[in-house]
């Protein structure tokens, strides 16, 4: 699968949102090489509506049974609620291009997790594009009117690299 090409779209997702003052999260979900569903960050300091969320909301309408051949695409690495949401969806791939230093979920250690989340199988590829995932979250955090996650450990992460 081409991941750059996937994650091309996430981006112009996410720099949408970004356009719209909001947090520059792209999402898509693409199975057999088409895209199923794809959303941005719709509401900052609204914490249930992520791009992931709002993604996998449109994907749980299509008729796909084969999840594990599923990849979600984002340009930010999952929070908990969205890594838990993905794991337990049986989606099978998810491919990041920026980490969350903050709140990322991915490191977590699965085998400490109830049932429901260690027997998981889902594959995980990180820092896709990860350079112009970076630079779009460097512009939001360098724009004085966007407030979200102002003095946060994220923005200083950002803006030192």
């Not at 990322?104 to 085998?111: C, E, K, N, P």
Request: charged share 25%; net charge negative.
């Amino acid at each position: 699968m081409d991941h750059d090409l996937y994650m091309k779209k996430a981006l112009e997702l996410a720099e949408k949102a970004l356009n719209n003052g909001e947090f520059p999260v792209g999402a898509i979900i693409v199975h057999d090489g088409k895209i199923i569903t794809e959303s941005e960050r719709l509401n900052s300091f609204d914490e249930t509506a992520h791009a992931e969320m709002n993604a996998l909301s449109s994907f749980y309408k299509s008729e796909i049974t084969d999840r594990k051949s599923v990849t979600i695409y984002s340009t930010l690495e999952p929070c908990m609620m969205c890594y838990g949401a993905i794991l337990i969806s049986g989606i099978g791939n998810l491919v990041y291009g920026y980490e969350d230093a903050m709140g990322g979920g991915t490191s977590a250690d699965l085998t400490k997790m109830p049932v429901l989340y260690s027997e998981s199988s889902l594959n995980i590829t990180k820092d896709v594009l990860r350079a112009e995932s970076l630079n779009l979250f460097k512009e939001f955090f360098k724009n004085p009117a966007n407030k979200y996650w102002k003095n946060s450990y994220l923005e200083s992460y950002t803006l030192k690299q």
